[in-house]
């Protein structure tokens, strides 16, 4: 059975002023598709633009160029009223759900905003009833209604997250970082709960994350970013098998291996400092840290083709 797009995302760029007239080329000329109920992650080395482009698909960063269409219709260019309905179909669940939750609020009022915002609700004991079914449905109780963020521990505080971002019943949630900041252990529930509440609301998810232990568990498909730009995208397993991009193998080799003598014997160090997307490099972003770098590489930049059934930006496979 044929995907169906969700999120068709073409050429986005999006850039930071600095001062002076210098630019941070923060994410440049990206193009996917995000399916319907996937979990697609996007991975990197921070600062390599992830969370970017995660705010920029759901317009909470603006692009300077490129084009979003969700569910088939262009929603770049929609004006605030006219991007209402599509915004509460895109929510965003953040690393530190402690900086997000309004400390002077109680868990009733910080999960009721978004459906007090979109009038969902007719009275205020029915919005209490529904903030209750939600906390329920991400393992709260009752309980809890009346309770400060500080009262809660980290992976409580990512549950009240949870609930306030499936409020409004939306398609596509942005996970950014989500379980980062949590204990492993904590790690391994959120990470189940995520599961569960997809599967139960039908939703997709760009799941952001440099943890690729993390990744393997959760996603279908993988994007992996370099620099502000797409190096490889295909299935979890097909990636994490057979990697061809010479930056997703080092992304992969890097992870912690069980065995010390197994992770000396398979490190691959790369040369060299990130590069500044203030001054990226030319043609291919990652010429200078590539161990297979030729001058093609340093002067033209490589375009996405079908690799072993992904896409790969190299020229190694030109
Ligand atoms: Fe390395 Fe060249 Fe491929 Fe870039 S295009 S990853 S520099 S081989």
């Given at each position: 059975m044929d995907k169906k797009i969700l999120l068709d995302v073409q050429n986005l760029k999006v850039e930071y002023a600095l001062k002076g007239k210098?630019?941070?080329?923060?994410?440049?000329?990206?193009?996917?598709?995000?399916?319907?109920?996937?979990?697609?992650?996007?991975?990197?080395?921070?600062g390599c633009g992830k969370s970017t482009l995660g705010k920029a698909m759901i317009r909470l960063v603006p692009p300077v160029s490129?084009?979003?269409?969700f569910k088939g219709v262009r929603i770049d260019d929609l004006d605030t009223k006219a991007f209402m309905p599509y915004r509460r179909q895109m929510q965003m669940i953040f690393q530190d759900p402690y900086a997000c939750l309004d400390p002077r609020m109680s868990v009733r009022d910080i999960v009721a905003e978004p459906l007090d915002?979109?009038?969902?609700?007719?009275?205020?004991?029915a919005t209490t009833q529904r903030v209750t079914e939600l906390l329920e449905a991400v393992g709260l109780k009752e309980d809890h209604l009346y309770r400060y963020a500080h009262q809660f521990s980290g992976g409580q505080r990512q549950r009240v997250g949870i609930a306030r971002?499936?409020?409004?019943?939306?398609?596509?949630?942005?996970?950014?970082?989500?379980?980062?900041?949590?204990?492993?252990?904590?790690?391994?529930?959120?990470?189940?709960?995520?599961?569960?509440?997809?599967?139960?609301?039908?939703?997709t998810y760009l799941f952001i994350s440099h943890d690729l232990s993390v990744v393997r568990f959760i996603a279908d498909r993988v994007c992996v970013m370099f620099l502000g730009k797409l190096c490889e995208i295909g299935d979890t397993e097909?990636?994490?098998?057979?990697?061809?991009?010479?930056?997703?193998?080092f992304l992969l080799d890097?992870?912690?291996?069980?065995?010390?003598?197994?992770?000396?014997?398979?490190?691959?160090?790369?040369?060299?400092?990130?590069?500044?997307?203030?001054?990226?490099p030319a043609g291919c972003r990652f010429h200078t840290r590539c161990p297979y770098a030729t001058a093609e590489c340093k002067n033209t930049?490589?375009?996405?083709?079908?690799?072993?059934?992904?896409?790969?930006?190299?020229?190694?496979?030109d």
């Open positions: 210098k630019k941070v080329s923060a994410v440049s000329d990206v193009s996917l598709n995000v399916y319907e109920n996937e979990i697609l992650a996007l991975v990197g080395e921070s490129g084009q979003l269409y915002t979109y009038k969902i609700c007719e009275s205020k004991e971002a499936i409020a409004l019943n939306p398609a596509f949630i942005v996970c950014d970082e989500p379980v980062s900041a949590l204990d492993v252990s904590v790690q391994n529930q959120i990470l189940n709960l995520m599961k569960e509440i997809k599967e139960q609301y039908g939703l097909l990636i994490y098998n057979d990697p061809q991009h010479p930056y997703t193998k890097a992870i912690p291996k069980a065995d010390p003598t197994q992770r000396r014997a398979s490190r691959l160090l790369l040369p060299g400092e990130l590069p500044s997307p203030v001054d990226p930049e490589p375009k996405m083709k079908q690799v072993k059934g992904r896409m790969v930006a190299c020229h190694m496979f």
